[in-house]
């Protein structure tokens, strides 16, 4: 009601103005304009327009008058009548920067940023000192992506003007950007300091500190800002990535839902809530989100990423429903660019040296990097030339290892996906390796525009892409038994002779310790894995072994585990099948390797999850001397245990169905004389294994690769 009258007001208040009439001007020119400009300022357009157009009567030069009008018809939302007067000033007085900067406000506010940028330009090239100027152009080159350009801009503004806390906060945004944390973190600090109720320079401060890791201090600054700003959305988002972070999924959430109760359409909160609710084991709440995303804007890569990995937990997925999730994913994306595909001009010569380009993110203390580094560190330099293309900002000790062994090392994070695929064609890469699949950060829009003949799909993600340009994935003969899979996949599967994977332990594990049974006399079954791979199916089935032994417990980690909503919910679902809480344990998450790979000390038998396996906490668990019961599902999801098991020749432990898995963990953990042989032996059984062999390893991936580049040339 009262915004209805508001604007009634308005509309009376307008046409009362309409219906003034002012008696000519007789008064010299100067006052006349001074007249305007209070009528202007006092929000009263249409006396002062009468006066402007009058002073022009009597003076059709008048370049001031003109930029007067200009701004009034701006103002009242003209802006093709407000460029058209403003540049009639400027054909006037063409040196008076003011006016070049009021036309690079009109350009901008209508939408034409290259205008926009060449006006701020001359403004600031006829008064060096405009700050103002300089300000504005800085947030149409931050706008346009000229990043370095802005930051020179704002620099300028701050060495000016001191005082100017926006242009410190602005300069801060494209400093982290850039991966300059500490200048940001400088910038940010001036800025509050130079305005103390900046919310959302407390907002940006607390996000990069979030990235820096100090996650008190941000989770400090993002409070801070609501309690400055209680309607700042980015503030209430930003403290739910801080708390998201800190494994506080609930926390998390709740701001989260706040900052939607203040922007229901911000699509990047939703997806986040999507994220913390997966990680709280809320699987339809969370697809919920992904998929009301989509429903708003169906090209949103980062939600198909997420909806599709979400679906790989389903308890009961159907691989028919999977497949065409990929394929609707291929459909919004891919389709549109097949028709832009390129021949490629790769010499089609079966032998020669091959050129192989593995894209990822995850070139760093990362999973991916345990199966990866074994791959880049044994190339055969004679065989093939290799290139990495890094798609994180991201450098630690890891990345900066990684990057020795590859020829060619390029961070491709800041380029755009037409830009890296005309660069990956550029370099002619033969064959283009895919490390992600549907996970975070994914290049699959590259892959997409087909810019290697041969583009290959593994270790990331365990299913389909979707994509017809991607041509094979890899796998191996347990992982995805021959007949069992292939309907369910664009790519052609090509099974490597031994395990899909080479693991490349870290250097600081501990030794392997005695299984604990023999002090505690309790047997401590483990899971290091997601608990959002802990299905109900799998709680069901760890309960019954529980309850056959009453003596042992379980014990749970991952980063989920200080979050109070996930382990009620499991003490919950564990006392419904008559397991006490007191014999389900969750261990801390530890930011030290070494520490985390301590705890498999205390645990004499690992439980894996299913239908969603473990793949780098098996190998962990493995290496760390600790048997890992699993269960052979129907997919590559639910059968990387199988691959991981057979191929270091623990067959014992693998369960074909439910009851097997039990009665194999119960007889395991009776046979206490087994499990200390298992103890003292595993390390040396997986790492005289294939899936320890990264030379061998090497030399049937080469061969592979070699393989599918025949074939490629014997089709040209």
């Not at 202007?40 to 249409?46: D, T």
């Not at 995850?362 to 990097?369: G, Q």
């Not at 002090?519 to 899971?527: H, L, Y």
Request: hydrophobic letters at 40%.
């Amino acid at each position: 009601m009262r915004g209805l009258k508001r604007k009634k007001g308005k509309a009376e208040s307008d046409s009362t103005q309409k219906n003034t009439r002012l008696a000519p001007v007789e008064m010299p020119i100067e006052q006349a304009m001074q007249l305007a400009n209070g009528y202007r300022q006092a929000g009263q357009p249409q006396q002062a327009e009468t006066i402007y157009q009058q002073i022009l009567a009597k003076d059709p030069d008048n370049a001031q008058a003109y930029s007067m009008l200009g701004i009034l018809a701006g103002q009242a939302g003209d802006m093709e009548r407000a460029i058209q007067l403003t540049q009639k000033a400027i054909r006037i007085a063409p040196v008076t920067a003011n006016f070049h900067y009021n036309l690079g406000i009109m350009f901008k506010q209508g939408g034409q940023f290259a205008e926009a940028i060449a006006s701020y330009r001359k403004a600031v090239a006829l008064q060096p000192d405009f700050d103002n100027a300089l300000y504005n152009l800085g947030n149409v080159l931050q706008g346009d992506g000229q990043s370095d350009e802005a930051i020179a801009c704002y620099r300028q503004v701050v060495a000016i003007r001191p005082g100017h806390a926006e242009a410190c906060n602005n300069l801060g945004i494209l400093l982290k950007e850039a991966g300059r944390f500490a200048e940001a973190n400088s910038c940010y600090r001036q800025a509050i300091s130079i305005s103390p109720g900046f919310a959302e320079a407390y907002s940006n401060l607390g996000l990069l500190l979030q990235e820096m890791d100090q996650l008190d201090e941000a989770e400090s600054c993002q409070r801070r800002a609501i309690s400055l700003k209680p309607g700042l959305t980015d503030a209430h988002y930003n403290l739910g990535i801080v708390l998201n972070k800190k494994g506080q999924f609930d926390e998390a959430i709740k701001s989260y839902r706040q900052a939607l109760a203040l922007r229901p359409k911000a699509y990047e909160v939703l997806l986040s809530l999507g994220n913390s609710l997966n990680a709280t084991g809320q699987l339809d709440e969370a697809r919920a989100c992904y998929q009301r995303v989509l429903a708003g804007s169906p090209t949103d890569h980062l939600a198909w990423t997420n909806f599709l990995l979400t679906a790989q937990y389903t308890p009961v997925p159907s691989p028919a429903a999977l497949f065409q999730h990929a394929l609707r994913f291929a459909e919004q994306f891919e389709a549109p660019l097949k028709k832009s595909w390129e021949p490629h001009a790769n010499t089609a010569e079966p032998e020669r040296r091959l050129k192989i380009g593995y894209v990822s993110a995850d070139f760093r203390a990362h999973s991916v990097a345990y199966f990866i580094e074994p791959i880049l560190a044994h190339h055969r330099k004679e065989h093939v030339e290799v290139f990495c293309y890094y798609n994180n900002k991201q450098q630690d000790d890891c990345s900066r290892r990684l990057a020795g062994y590859a020829d060619h090392w390029l961070p491709c994070a800041g380029m755009s996906d037409e830009g890296l695929a005309q660069r990956i064609r550029a370099d002619r890469i033969d064959i283009l390796v895919d490390l992600a699949g549907h996970t975070n950060g994914n290049r699959l829009l590259v892959f997409a525009r087909k810019p290697a003949p041969v583009q290959v799909t593994w270790l990331g993600y365990p299913d389909t892409t979707g994509l017809a340009a991607m041509d094979y994935r890899l796998t191996d003969n347990q992982a995805d038994p021959a007949g069992n899979t292939e309907q369910w996949h664009s790519e052609t599967l090509f099974r490597l002779p031994n395990c899909f994977l080479c693991y490349a332990p870290q250097t600081d594990c501990p030794e392997v310790a005695p299984p604990p049974v023999r002090e505690t006399g309790m047997i401590t079954f483990a899971s290091f894995n997601n608990l959002t791979k802990v299905s109900e199916a799998t709680i069901r089935v760890w309960a019954t072994i529980l309850r056959e032994l009453p003596s042992s417990r379980l014990l749970l980690k991952s980063t989920q585990s200080s979050c109070e909503s996930v382990r009620n919910r499991l003490w919950l679902l564990f006392a419904g099948l008559g397991v006490a809480q007191e014999r389900i344990h969750f261990a801390a998450f530890t930011k030290s390797f070494t520490a985390h790979m301590g705890l498999y000390g205390s645990v004499d038998i690992g439980l894996d999850t299913f239908p969603y396996n473990g793949t780098t906490t098996t190998c962990e668990a493995l290496w760390m001397g600790v048997p890992v019961i699993i269960l052979a599902g129907a997919r590559h999801v639910a059968r990387v245990g199988v691959s991981l098991l057979s191929t270091i020749g623990l067959d014992e432990c693998i369960a074909a169905n439910e009851k097997e898995y039990v009665r194999r963990a119960v007889a395991l953990a009776a046979d206490h004389t087994r499990l200390t042989a298992l103890r003292q032996t595993m390390r040396a059984r997986v790492s005289a294994s294939p899936l320890c062999d990264g030379p061998g390893f090497t030399r049937d991936l080469e061969g592979a690769y070699r393989a599918m580049w025949r074939t490629w040339c014997s089709s040209c």
